[in-house]
């Protein structure tokens, strides 16, 4: 055994994919470093109202993933912090760590007080920029480490409201950055996804017409935590909407936007569509559809969408939203009928893909022509979950156990 | 059991297809964006995803007899927004230039002239060679000592021998072609109501502005340019009409003052027709990916247009200014493309006025009650 099998191995990102490839490893007696942009841990899943297709919420699954975490003496998190630097070494990596400062200490008891002493309301970026937070808040009700942050570029300058509010001494406003350098065995890339801009479909309404949302909006909406407490309303003026329809490869498959098939969209629709109908029971929904992609066993999902009443697919990609008298409209050919439609709806929901977050690693890893990460067993670099590929979370839990095995053999030693 | 099958996919269409430079279709998927964001298409019968399929199975009878192929102006909204880079503005493109084709009489001629990418010179070359030829046999090849009008070495006469029975048989073969097409599109869709000749009036009345070209957003330009080409040609055509009437009818004494009426409407259309031209060649010259690609056949009919319009305004400046040495032999050459341009009338892009006329009459006459109104109207 020589003196590199003990190095840690390094995962990027604590969204479900990194979490679940840190556990694994640690749970198999390996020593990992966990490193997270955010405050807290959870990523893109911590966000989510359901999965499909049980519908079940995401947070009982991550609670138990943060249990363990807890409790695993191997792993060290460091949150808020990201990777500055990597430069390959004999059988691993040296790697470079800044850790931005937090301002929170850990004496806080997130009690609150803070948050209601703060004079700054900004976007919350948890839902999407729906609803405000003050600048000091506590990012989600189950947002673990429990503690909470600050959005100090959003500060008023020279403002210590927050400090003088906590009677922990927790706010620590002179916090500085620092930086660590280590060595590691191997290097997990978990470094997830973001939603597709809205912004660049405006043919779509995107980023132009307030009631045309986003899949991942929707889930904000519909949670319990959301910006409305869970009451699906329309966002320009507050109403629930009697007529949702939902735009499938809106941004997808097209070569002007993402020229790939994220692979989860048409199932969050299904997923979406069937909630909004439970809580608007007198909602008419629309799919409006290329293909339906709901592979394997997914399949009876479908089937049990589409049997539904009041939820109608229609295959025909739409081309156009409009604003029209005080609502939208969306024009689509119903490609079975062989007719043009011009449908009416009070809340659009723009099915968009999923954009890999891999672009700025300082790490040499190879891309595709999407932008996901290649497999590359050389390289001493794994990727998991949706940088690697699109996936939905069943398949990055799977992926990014795999994942944690062949980092582990690339680290070397034993455990 | 059925023993005839429902669809006969023509491998040939195909080819040919590809071989114009078709060959996007076969990047389409069926998403029905293009039908979707076409803004004239109608909604009872949207185009071109359904067009797109024909030409990706190689339906050739269906697309032969389809009117939309022709209802289509090429202004590529659906191209612009084609997920696939399928291209449908293109394709339709293509597709009009085959019916063009194979609807020609005679079909030979069809071929000829749509394998221009190779037969141009003769195209271009044979109707000089004619005039060439005329003059020599009449002894009017060289310009005399003291010349009073050019109608000295190119008599009026010639230009009617040559020009009336080439128009007449190309108007002979043009109402062939014209035939063939209105029979192939009554032969699908829904029945025909109303009569022809007011179904013709409202789409000329359509064309005065070109409305229908105005829904276009992707190449918006080009309604201007072709709006200004058309009504040069029929200022042109309207100039040399009166000038006909007044010369056997009346006597009238040539050449006319700069100020006269006649010369002033010339001279405006041949104004419309240098803009309307040049407003075409510079869309064309533009970002092909966007506003289209532009083919052999396209180019060809463009050419000969603009190198028609081109040396007529030239002539008509040299006649002024330049010793007739130089002008005349321009002269020659003008009335050498002017004769290119006309005998191809039936077989060239220039036929696109017969067949888009008659499929927009086809679109009145089979328009469904439950239509949206029609954004020209």
Redesign the interface.
């Known amino acids: 055994m020589n003196d590199t099998s003990n190095r840690p191995i390094l995962v990027l990102g604590a969204g479900i994919a990194g979490l679940t490839a840190a556990l694994e490893a640690a749970e198999t007696g390996r020593f990992v470093v966990l490193v997270e942009k955010n405050p807290w841990v959870g990523g893109r899943v911590a966000a989510f109202h359901q999965y499909f297709p049980k519908l079940c919420p995401p947070s009982c699954g991550l609670e138990i993933n943060i249990r363990r975490l807890e409790r695993n003496p191997r792993i060290r998190l460091l949150t808020g912090t990201r990777l500055a630097g990597a430069e390959r070494i004999e059988g691993g990596w040296r790697v470079i760590l800044t850790r931005a400062p937090r301002w929170v200490t850990d004496r806080c008891t997130a009690c609150g007080e803070c948050t209601a002493a703060c004079p700054v309301e900004i976007p919350n970026p948890f839902d999407q920029g729906m609803g405000t937070v003050k600048a000091i808040h506590r990012p989600h009700a189950q947002s673990w480490p429990e503690r909470f942050v600050m959005e100090r570029d959003a500060c008023r300058q020279g403002c210590h409201a927050c400090a003088d509010a906590c009677e922990y001494g927790a706010i620590d406003l002179a916090a500085e950055a620092t930086t660590e350098e280590l060595e590691v065995g191997s290097v997990v890339v978990a470094t997830g996804w973001e939603p597709y801009p809205l912004e660049k479909l405006p043919?779509l309404g995107g980023g132009v017409l307030p009631d045309v949302i986003s899949n991942v909006q929707m889930e904000r909406l519909a949670h319990p935590g959301g910006p409305t407490g869970g009451r699906i309303l329309r966002p320009s003026d507050g109403a629930p909407p009697r007529r949702v329809a939902f735009v499938q490869?809106a941004g997808s498959?097209?070569?002007?936007?993402l020229a790939y098939c994220s692979g989860v969209c048409c199932l969050a629709s299904l997923k979406e569509a069937l909630y909004v109908r439970e809580q608007l029971p007198g909602a008419e929904i629309a799919i409006y559809y290329?293909d339906r992609r709901t592979p394997g066993r997914n399949e009876d999902f479908l089937e049990k969408v589409a049997g539904t009443e009041g939820i109608r697919l229609v295959?025909?990609?739409?081309?156009?939203v409009l604003a029209a008298d005080g609502g939208l409209e969306l024009?689509?050919?119903d490609?079975e009928a062989?007719?043009?439609?011009?449908e009416r709806a009070d809340l659009v929901v723009l099915a968009t893909g999923m954009v890999p977050s891999a672009g700025d690693l300082p790490l040499p890893v190879e891309l595709d022509e999407d932008g996901f990460v290649l497999d590359d067993p050389a390289s001493g670099v794994v990727p998991a979950g949706v940088v690697h590929r699109p996936q939905e979370v069943a398949s990055v839990v799977r992926d990014a156990t795999g994942a944690s095995a062949r980092a582990m053999a690339m680290a070397g030693g034993r455990a | 059991m059925a023993t005839v099958p429902l669809i006969a996919p023509s491998e040939e269409l195909r080819e040919e297809l590809r071989a114009r430079g078709g060959t996007s279709a076969a990047r389409c998927?069926?998403?029905?964006?293009?039908?979707?964001?076409c803004d004239l298409?109608?909604?009872?019968?949207?185009f071109p995803?359904?067009e797109m399929l024909m030409a990706q199975w190689g339906l050739a009878d269906q697309l032969m007899a389809d009117p939309a192929v022709w209802l289509c102006h090429q202004c590529n909204d659906c191209t612009a927004?084609c997920?696939?880079?399928a291209r449908p503005g293109d394709v339709l493109q293509v597709v009009r230039s085959l019916v063009i084709e194979r609807l020609a009489f005679p079909r030979s001629l069809g071929r000829f002239v749509a394998n221009v990418r190779t037969t141009w010179p003769v195209l271009l070359g044979a109707p000089l060679l004619l005039w060439v030829l005329l003059l020599g046999l009449t002894g009017h090849l060289g310009v005399p000592a003291h010349l009073v009008s050019w109608e000295e070495v190119v008599p009026h006469w010639m230009i009617y021998s040559v020009f009336f029975p080439v128009t007449l048989l190309v108007m002979a073969a043009a109402g062939v072609s014209a035939r063939r097409f209105w029979v192939l599109l009554g032969s699908t869709g829904p029945p025909r109501k109303g009569s022809l000749p007011v179904a013709l009036g409202a789409v000329a009345a359509e064309l005065v502005t070109h409305r229908r070209f105005g829904c276009c957003e992707t190449a918006r330009p080009r309604r201007w340019g072709h709006l200004a080409l058309v009504w040069g040609f029929v200022g042109a055509a309207v100039t040399s009409g009166l000038l006909i009437v007044a010369l056997y009818g009346f006597h009238m004494e040539l050449p006319l003052p700069l100020t006269h009426p006649f010369k002033i409407l010339g001279n405006l259309s041949a104004v419309a027709l240098l803009v309307g031209t040049a407003i075409l060649v510079v869309e064309r010259l533009k970002d092909p990916d966007r506003v289209g690609r532009t083919t052999a056949f396209d180019t060809f009919f463009l050419v000969v247009v603009a190198l028609v319009v081109l040396t007529g305004t030239l002539v008509e400046v040299a006649r002024l200014t330049l010793p007739a040495a130089v002008g005349l032999p321009m002269y020659v050459v003008h009335l050498s493309l002017v004769l290119t341009l006309f005998a191809t009338f039936p077989y060239s892009k220039f036929a696109h006025m017969l067949y888009r006329t008659l499929a927009l009459a086809h679109e009145r006459m089979t328009r469904e009650n439950d239509q949206?109104p029609d954004p020209t109207d």
Request: proline share 9%.
């Open positions: 043919e490869c498959r097209d070569v002007n936007h290329i295959k025909g990609k739409v081309g156009k024009v689509v050919e490609v062989g007719r043009r439609l011009h | 998927f069926q998403c029905a964006t293009c039908s979707a964001v298409a109608p909604d009872g019968r949207p995803r359904r927004r997920p696939r880079d949206p």
